[in-house]
Structure formats: structure tokens, C-alpha cells
């Protein structure tokens, strides 16, 4: 499996933004597409997952409410709808194939900065 991210951007407070994630190879109905970000100086945090066989997801705390993460299987796409973001929401955003929530992954895309500003 190889994922690629896209979408990052900038974007002022409150505002939204959509990242993508696009794989490619194959991803079994329990295999699991997480989001995780990273601010500078910061560890790297897990921010949402979806189960794509079953659609079924999980958010970080910090993100609940404002993020939802949805896949389409035509595209082999996940996507993290973000909205009423914050400056503590700037950091570089990392798709990932693995265990739910999980530090430890099978594999890593690239990662897509978002930055907003205030």
C-alpha cells in the first residue's frame, strides 16, 4: 500500500479545509486509514481514523465535532473534512495504514501542511 496526501493550504480562523488521501494497493474491510498531524516541536498526534470496509470512525478529543473523516471506496480516497479551524490545528497532516488510533503504523504518506492563520 502507498498513500499519497494533498490539500493542505492556508486558511484563516474558522475556516475550512478538506484533505485527501489517495492509496494505492489493497486495504482489507477491517484495515484501518488514520489521520495523525504534527506541529512543529510537537510529537505527532492521532487526529481521526476510519475503518474502510465498515466506514465506522474514531476522533481525537481536540477534534470532535469540528473534523469529519469519510472515505470513498471509487476513489480509493479518505478524506478529513476540517472546519472552524484554529491556530492549534496548524501542523503538517499524515495519512497512515495500520491499527486504529495507534502510534505504530504499516505505512506512512507523505504528510500535507496546514496552516492557519489568525
Known amino acids: 500500500v502507498q498513500l499519497q496526501a494533498s490539500g493542505g493550504g492556508l486558511v484563516q480562523l474558522g475556516g475550512s479545509l478538506r484533505v485527501s488521501c489517495t492509496f494505492s494497493?489493497?486495504?482489507?474491510?477491517?484495515?484501518?486509514i488514520n489521520w495523525f498531524r504534527q506541529a512543529p516541536g510537537q510529537e505527532r498526534e492521532f487526529v481521526a481514523g476510519?475503518?474502510?470496509?465498515?466506514?465506522?470512525?474514531v476522533y481525537a478529543d481536540s477534534v470532535k465535532g469540528r473534523f469529519t473523516i469519510s472515505r470513498d471506496k471509487s476513489t480509493s480516497t479518505v478524506y478529513l473534512q476540517m472546519n472552524g479551524l484554529k491556530p492549534e490545528d496548524t501542523a503538517v497532516y499524515y495519512c497512515a495504514e495500520g491499527e486504529m488510533a495507534t502510534r505504530t503504523q504499516r505505512v506512512w504518506g507523505q504528510g500535507t501542511l496546514v496552516t492557519v492563520s489568525s
Open positions: 476510519i475503518r474502510w470496509g465498515y466506514g465506522t470512525s
Open positions: 494497493g489493497r486495504i482489507f474491510s477491517s484495515g484501518v
